[in-house]
């Protein structure tokens, strides 16, 4: 800009005697040139200003992508959890423990079930993304002198529609509590239902196919495949399939503070010589096996509560199942002492027609500080044995509803860590009235992944 | 007599005959937060289907993965959520049960505000014995209304990928929603002049970003450990704190309990300020414009 306007003084001093038109028309075209350089330079600034702002975006996002800030610690490594668990319980010395009139789920524990202190097993749990279709999940439980394998499976997570596929084995979804790890359990102990059907929860070696519904009312649909591995099933060494699975859920919000989901499910097994033990009527030890169908249906419903939807100060939760199960074969019985119905073996046709429900109800009155309630009781209803019923022949499958009463207070430092006691009178069995204690804790390591409704 | 027996290749073929026919014409947007449920608003106006998965009070950082918010998550083509952690405790639930590649990680319409701003407070020392770190830094951003500009770009511009047939408008929406917001943002530090260096307690640290923003100066936080709720024998700490270094008010956001603020507000002679934090926190927080001018309002009435 100045030097066409020192070129401008110059000429005007050189040439003072040009005529005025010559020198008017040279200043116009002088005037053209600055006027066109102004623009120039203005656009190259506006450039310039365009290209500042754009690299302090990509600087922006550089350090969001950067290395420095990752998104989950340990960059690919899988997430990794661990979860040690152990109680006290002050129980009766009890020669023996049973659910009287049911033929039940063999002991699951992980060394947890004695008396005085003892340690659970501690719950070590790998998951992460295979690739962009996959995610697997590891978890394996450390007990003494065996480790065992309670989930491994993967997962699509590209499928979309709604649809997933697990494959592995997994935690059955029937039902509510059977997805939980006992870690996840309100209670320090199992509740009858549960204890009865499936030892623990139910876990399939197979596969499960899930379809969420496009509604806003959550809405979804599940079917399963196993190898029946564990009771109510057998493992049958066939190529074939014996557990199948169904199971729908149906959820959703009350106003701003109530939330529920209900659901039902069934479970088809064929248990194939599957052991059975029981006292008969005259306190002689029987053995044998049940082959036949088992058929369990599974309604179940949670509500939760929290004001505003903040569960963090005070909140409430109410759960219960109830459950059907249906058994029909052959029992074969045997045992060597005389004077029994089974001595000498006998196969003959057995017959169940049961239930039963849990209710439990847990409240948190303040920051972490939980009360909670939980009844379980059990419905011995028909078993018939060789024609007659099941307890004129077995004490074991006597005609005796169990059930069992639960109050337990915990309390959580944080998220990750909680102390429970509980008090549970137990009558699970026939003739017996027991008042069992327990200090519980929980404590869970690591990348806990969240935990589902 | 004939009674229906459900198989499990009857229960496949009822879930395929309700299988989904529906088109859906607005982009379906499912928000972790209300301040990202109203700035998607503000891009799309009538052209998208926003769904805010928390209200203003309810802590983003504990939220029940409840079904409902799988149901919503199921059918949005869009997820946009703070990130940095802040939802570790629930979202991976509701992304895995949803059923949804669209929303995924590595997706287009998997998108966290925390990736488009500078985090401050990156922890040195990652440890559970520190309370509730996040490792990214501290994910409650939307307290400066400069990285409500920031998330906006970049979001625009991934709403306009997401729906080309609406880029356009998306774009003017953003360039009109910008201007007004950039003329805000220099009417609230003008207001909000007399705070600069002004001394603050907060209960929770989830306003490092507002801060930094007005030059407030934090002099004591009331929680002992980020996400620990405070006890009597750490408030009793902050106050013999304050005797020394004085503050003049406590901030708090909407959905934090009162009581901890207001015990410190009366036992040490400051001002308990409750600020929206979000959109929907308090009355006149029904929009983003709304968020801040309350908020610049209550700080103000604070320092009096």
Known sequence: MLRPALLVAALAAALPAQADTELDALRAELKDLKAAYEARIQALETRLQQAEAKTDRVAVQARAASPESPARGGGFNPDVSLILQGKYAHLEDREERGISGFMGAGEHSHGGSGRGFSVDGSELVLSASVDPYLRGHLNAVLADGEVEVEEAWFQTTGLGQGVSIKGGRYKSGIGYQNEQHPHAWDFATNNLVYEVLFGEGYVQDGLQLKWLAPTDTFLEFGAELGAGGAFPSTNNDSNGVSSVALFGHVGGDVGVSNSWRAGLSWLRAKPRARAFEGHDVNEIETEGDFSGKSRTWLADFVWKWAPNGNPTQQNFKLAAEYFQRKESGALFCDTAELGSACTGGLTAPFDSDQSGLYVQAVYQFMPQWRAGYRHDRLFRGDVAFNGADAGDVFESLADYDPRRHSLMLDYSPSEFSRLRLQYTLDQAMEGVDENQFYVQYIMSLGSHGAHKF | ?304
């Open chain 2, 1 to 304: 007599m004939t009674t229906f027996k459900p198989t499990w290749q009857a229960g496949l073929f009822a879930a395929a005959l309700v299988l989904p026919g529906a088109a859906q014409a607005a982009l379906k947007v499912f928000t972790c937060e209300p301040e990202w449920a109203a700035l998607v608003r503000e891009i799309g106006g009538d052209k998208v289907n926003v769904y805010a998965a928390t209200t203003a009070l309810q802590d983003p950082h504990r939220i029940e993965a409840r079904p409902s918010l799988i149901a919503r998550a199921r059918s949005a083509s869009l997820l946009v959520c703070t990130g940095a952690e802040l939802e570790i405790g629930w979202l991976p639930v509701i992304l895995a049960e949803s059923g949804n590649r669209a929303i995924q990680a590595g997706q287009p319409g998997q998108f966290f505000a925390a990736d488009f701003v500078p985090l401050l407070e990156k922890p040195t020392v990652l440890d559970r014995a520190e309370g509730d770190v996040h490792a990214a830094g501290n994910p409650h951003l939307q307290t400066d209304p400069r990285n409500i500009a920031r998330v906006g770009e970049a979001l625009a511009a991934r709403m306009a990928r997401l729906d080309p047939a609406e880029a356009a408008f998306y774009r003017s929406r953003w360039a009109d929603f910008s201007a007004r917001w950039n003329a805000s943002i220099a009417r609230w530090e003008k207001e909000a002049a007399p705070l600069r260096g002004a001394p603050v307690v907060v209960q929770h640290r989830a306003f490092p970003y507002l801060q930094a923003w007005l030059g407030l100066k934090e002099v004591a936080v009331l929680e002992p450990k980020p996400g620990v709720e405070p006890s009597l024998a750490s408030l009793a700490t902050v106050k013999s704190r304050l005797a020394a270094t004085p503050a003049k008010m406590v901030l708090r956001a909407a959905y934090q309990p009162a009581r901890p603020s207001e015990w410190i507000a009366s036992q040490a002679g400051l001002k308990a300020v409750t600020l929206p934090f979000t959109v929907g926190g308090d009355a006149q927080s029904d929009d983003l414009f709304g968020l801040f001018d309350s908020t610049v309002s209550k700080l103000l009435a604070g320092l009096n």
